[in-house]
């Protein structure tokens, strides 16, 4: 079982930046986030592996990046010009092997 603690959120105003940080309980190959909106599916945001291949959601491409510390198990979110669509809860997502875990999601509200 891998633990997942989330970090960051909050109500950020439109154009502006927010940073989330997600740690796990121990190493795992891959780790990122998903975001869901109420009413939508949940979508990807962001994905880097250990050995540090990235994968970025296409609706947050240019604006958000992803950077992983695996000595600290911790991956970082950063969020720039942010939109009202980003609204939506995160979930930190681990992938070790085929199993997948989940962290327990963070609000993020961007509204003037």
């Known amino acids: 079982q891998v633990h997942l603690v989330e970090s960051g959120g909050g109500l950020v105003q439109p154009g502006g930046s927010l940073e989330l940080s997600c740690t796990a309980s121990r190493s795992i190959f891959s780790m990122g986030w998903y975001r869901q909106a109420p009413g939508k599916q949940r979508e990807l945001v962001a994905l880097?592996?250990?050995?540090?291949?990235?994968t970025i959601g296409d609706s947050v491409k240019g604006r958000f990046t992803i950077s992983r510390d695996n000595a600290k198990n911790t991956v970082i979110l950063q969020m720039n010009s942010l939109k009202p669509e980003d609204t939506a809860v995160y979930y930190c997502?681990?992938?070790?092997?085929?199993?997948?875990?989940w962290g327990q999601g963070t609000q993020v509200t961007v509204s003037s």
């Open positions: 997502n681990g992938r070790f092997g085929a199993a997948v875990f």
């Open positions: 880097k592996t250990s050995g540090g291949n990235s």
